[in-house]
């Protein structure tokens, strides 16, 4: 047997800690799948510090510190835990549960460059109890089709989540197999942080690209996050995330010649010097001009398939600014919209047993420094019939139109039972004398 690292979340870093944990000697599918969950959960915090430096910079959110130690780190083949109950292995979805939604963000530079990347948010909620009996061996699950029969390897942690003053301490699995049609399949247990969010995030982009424009790239706090992101070229690249591993530091991140083909100015003394005009922390008096539109506050409730006071629930506040920069007129101005608190939600009993309600939900955003042409932002949820809650749903979200209003929201991951999504649109932010 050898012995396992698990790994601990130090603000926007990855550190790796020895723990007690083995993994079957024999084969290395198991040590590649251990190494694919430490990943996953530096991929979520790199995701949500990112999101949180756009919305600090843009909008003046705080940053927080969401940190993610991992414990325990077991894996091999399923036939190891067949006899093992479900509910040991994976807690329920009750309690105080993280509403994790997956953002897209673009952004339009002055020079017409655009950039991409794919953070999220992640706000504490009150889940209820469910009921829903878990007490039986995942063997069962298997055969009697609740889980995907193609599921033949997997891995199971602990995971201690602490993020505004707030901590939890439960039980995760991670299963892995091929579908019908030899597709490879991952199914993230975690319904603390969310199924369906860690299996976006797992195909998301692994680099902070919209970082590079010179509204970022000069800060400190963005040198800072780089900082961490980065690691050396020695490390090994775990390829279903993307996100690269050094087994010396024990970090997981992304390679420095990564970051550098995507225009990042990085070395392996993790310096990084100014690069184009300065940046908005040196101006003065651009500030002056900064404005902002009435906020949308976005509120959906519906009752399809509950009974009594269920419901499933989605929220959002999204705040349009036009905020301004430069050291010299004219000012150029940044387009952007804020989006507060989105939740997404579902609570009480279901009349379609032994189902429960999986529900996710999506951001998408467009910040511009066009002097002609605007931003956008929108916010949806999807919600679907589910055995044991174990779907992953996939939620996208479209951008609205000038007027704003209603998106289109698109589903998958199981029979679905309701969807909605909500979109403002705002500016241009012409630039000023």
């Not at 047997?1 to 698990?6: A, E, F, G, H, S």
């Not at 083909?261 to 001009?289: L, R, W, Y």
């Amino acid at each position: 047997m050898k012995p396992v690292r698990t790994f601990l979340v130090l603000g926007m870093g990855l550190i790796l800690i020895w723990g007690s944990a083995v993994v079957a000697e024999t084969p290395d599918s198991a040590q590649a799948n251990a190494n694919m969950v430490r990943a996953t959960y530096a991929k979520f915090v790199f995701a949500t510090q990112l999101w949180a430096l756009r919305e600090a910079y843009t909008s003046g959110g705080n940053l927080g510190r969401l940190r993610v130690s991992l414990s325990t780190i077991k894996a091999g083949p399923l036939s190891e835990i067949s006899s093992e109950i479900f509910a040991d292995l994976a807690a329920k979805p009750s309690g105080r549960t993280l509403s994790t939604t997956p953002a897209t963000w673009t952004y339009k530079s002055s020079e017409g460059q655009q950039y991409r990347a794919e953070g999220a948010t992640a706000v504490w909620r009150d889940s209820v109890y469910l009921s829903e009996d878990w007490n039986m061996p995942i063997g069962q699950l298997i055969a009697n089709g609740t889980l995907d029969p193609g599921y033949t390897d997997y891995a199971s942690f602990t995971v201690n989540l602490s993020y505004l003053g707030e901590q939890r301490e439960y039980p995760a699995l991670f299963l892995f197999g091929k579908d019908a049609t030899g597709r490879e399949i991952i199914l993230p247990i975690d319904h603390i942080i969310g199924i369906s969010a860690l299996m976006t995030l797992i195909q998301a982009p692994s680099t902070p690209d919209p970082l590079l424009a010179d509204w970022f790239r000069n800060r400190p706090a963005t040198r800072a996050f780089l900082q961490t992101l980065q690691v050396p070229d020695t490390c090994t690249v775990e390829s279903r995330t993307q996100m690269c591993c050094d087994e010396a530091s024990g970090k997981c991140g992304v390679a420095a010649t990564t970051l550098r083909q995507h225009g990042f100015t990085v070395s392996q003394s993790m310096s990084f010097p100014d690069i184009g005009k300065a940046g908005p922390d040196c101006e003065a008096n651009c500030d002056v001009f900064n404005t902002s539109g009435a906020p949308d506050k976005l509120t959906n409730t519906n009752t399809n398939q509950h009974y009594g006071t269920g419901a499933h629930k989605g929220s959002a506040t999204l705040y349009p600014y036009c905020t301004y920069s430069g050291t010299t007129t004219p000012c150029v101005g940044l387009c952007h919209i804020s989006v507060v608190t989105p939740k997404s939600s579902d609570s009480g009993s279901v009349n379609t047993a032994p189902y429960c309600h999986a529900t996710n939900s999506n951001m998408n955003g467009t910040d511009s420094e066009s002097p002609s042409t605007g931003c956008n932002a929108s916010f949806g949820y999807g919600v679907v019939n589910c055995a044991l809650c174990t779907c992953g749903v996939t939620v996208s979200v479209g951008l609205p139109g000038p007027g704003g209003g209603s998106v289109g929201v698109s589903v998958s991951g199981g029979a679905a039972v309701y969807s909605w999504g909500w979109g403002l649109a705002y500016g241009p932010c012409a630039d000023k004398d």
